[in-house]
Every structure is written in structure tokens, then in C-alpha cells.
């Protein structure tokens, strides 16, 4: 089983629509939560984090739920800019204060006009 | 502005060639990674370093030497260059701590022939 694990995708969506990213990990131990998003042919980029509570940036809200493992990343009116790859990642729980991550492979959006 | 800077966009080298790759990192920070991406694998830990000098293994670090001898430089050596290590290659650094950001270059393609 891959520590973090996304659908691929690809998710074709038209402008303005709502589209949901979900990812599941397989540490109960990992303790901080994260969404990057990297373009195509670029470095990946934070997005945000993810907080127990959930939280929102924009148009952009992302879930957590620690009992099943499972982070969420929701996208609400979706702009032609939103196209790229979005790549779940958790922290290493038994690599101490190393700050060291796991990538998941992500998951691509392409939105359409 | 937060600057993670890779000594090549594009590499083209031989096998059997030594090959290094350079990345340097403006923000003070005390940890810095090596990555490597190929697709359906996503980004994958090879080398690890916490401070000057020192250096941790990652996932896939055969084949690898890595080098740290000032706070904001980080190198990855390729000893030998093999066709399987044709990647995309992604330096990042972060400050120490489990939930900081980790800011990557803008990522070195290699070519082995």
C-alpha cells in the first residue's frame, strides 16, 4: 500500500465548477497535513496546509479526518488557472523535527472554457 | 522573496560520466532535500541534509553522494551516470520543524544517454 495515495485523474471540468481531490494515508502518525500544486514543466509550490478543523483559502477549502486517514481538497468556481497538478503530501511522523515529507503522486486538473 | 536557485534547466551527460548538481538557498534554512520525479512515481526523497556537513539517506539514495560544506549550498553527485537515472530532478530547502513549508527550485532535467 503507497503511504499517500491519490486518484491521477485526469479531472476535465468546465470553468466554474466544482471539483473534490481526495487522498488517503496510511501513517496514523503523521501529524501535519499539506496541498501543493505544481504546474506543468514547474516546481511544486504550498498551496495550504490542512488543519484538524478544516480551513478555507478563497475558493479553496481543505478537509482532514485523522480517523479514516483522509484529506480533502475542494476547488469552488473554477478558473482556467486552476489547471495543474495537485500532490497530497503528509509528514514523515518517524523522521522527528526533519520537517521530511511524503508526496503523494497527485491528481490533475484540467479545467476547460 | 524566497529564492531556491538549481545550476541547470537541462542536462544532457554520458554513462559512466560523474554529474553534479548544485542548488543554493537564500533564506538561512537549515534543512535541504533531493528529489527526484518520473512519472507514476512522483517525487521520491533521495538525500537529506539538517546542517553543514551533515546528511541522511532517503529512499532511493544508490547511486547518489550528496555534499553540504556551507549552510546554503546543497549538492547531489551522480558517480557514475546510468540511463535509469534520466529524471527530473528537485532541490527544496525549509526551515527546521514538522509543519514548515518546503520551497523547491525550479527542478534540472537530466538527460543520461
Known amino acids: 500500500r503507497k503511504e499517500v495515495e491519490q486518484d491521477p485523474g485526469p479531472f476535465n471540468v468546465p470553468e466554474g465548477a466544482t471539483v473534490a481531490f481526495n487522498c488517503t494515508y496510511s501513517n496514523s502518525a503523521s501529524q501535519s497535513f499539506f496541498w501543493y500544486r505544481q504546474d506543468c514543466r514547474k516546481e511544486p509550490k504550498l498551496l495550504m496546509s490542512v488543519y484538524s478543523s478544516g480551513n478555507e483559502d478563497g475558493r479553496f477549502t481543505a478537509q482532514l479526518n485523522r480517523a479514516s486517514q483522509y484529506i480533502s481538497l475542494l476547488i469552488r468556481d473554477s478558473k482556467l488557472s486552476d489547471s495543474a497538478t495537485y500532490l497530497c503530501?503528509?509528514?514523515?511522523?518517524?523522521?522527528?523535527?526533519?520537517?521530511?515529507?511524503?508526496f503523494g503522486q497527485g491528481t490533475t486538473l484540467q479545467v476547460k472554457p | 522573496d524566497v529564492k531556491v536557485t538549481q545550476s541547470s534547466r537541462y542536462l544532457v551527460k554520458r554513462t559512466g560520466e560523474k554529474v553534479f548538481l548544485e542548488c543554493v538557498q537564500d533564506m538561512d534554512h537549515e534543512n535541504m532535500f533531493w528529489y527526484r520525479q518520473d512519472p507514476g512515481l512522483g517525487l521520491r526523497l533521495i538525500y537529506f541534509?539538517?546542517?553543514?556537513?551533515?546528511?541522511e539517506k532517503g529512499d532511493i539514495p544508490e547511486g547518489y553522494s550528496v555534499s553540504r560544506e556551507k549552510k546554503e549550498r546543497f549538492s547531489l553527485i551522480l558517480e557514475s551516470a546510468s540511463t535509469n537515472q534520466t529524471s527530473m530532478y528537485l532541490c527544496?530547502?525549509?526551515?527546521?520543524?514538522?509543519?514548515?513549508?518546503?520551497?523547491f527550485g525550479p527542478g534540472t532535467r537530466l538527460l543520461v544517454l
Open positions: 503530501v503528509v509528514n514523515r511522523p518517524d523522521s522527528g523535527n526533519t520537517g521530511k515529507l511524503i
Open positions: 541534509s539538517y546542517d553543514v556537513k551533515m546528511k
Open positions: 527544496a530547502s525549509s526551515s527546521a520543524g514538522t509543519k514548515e513549508t518546503q520551497y
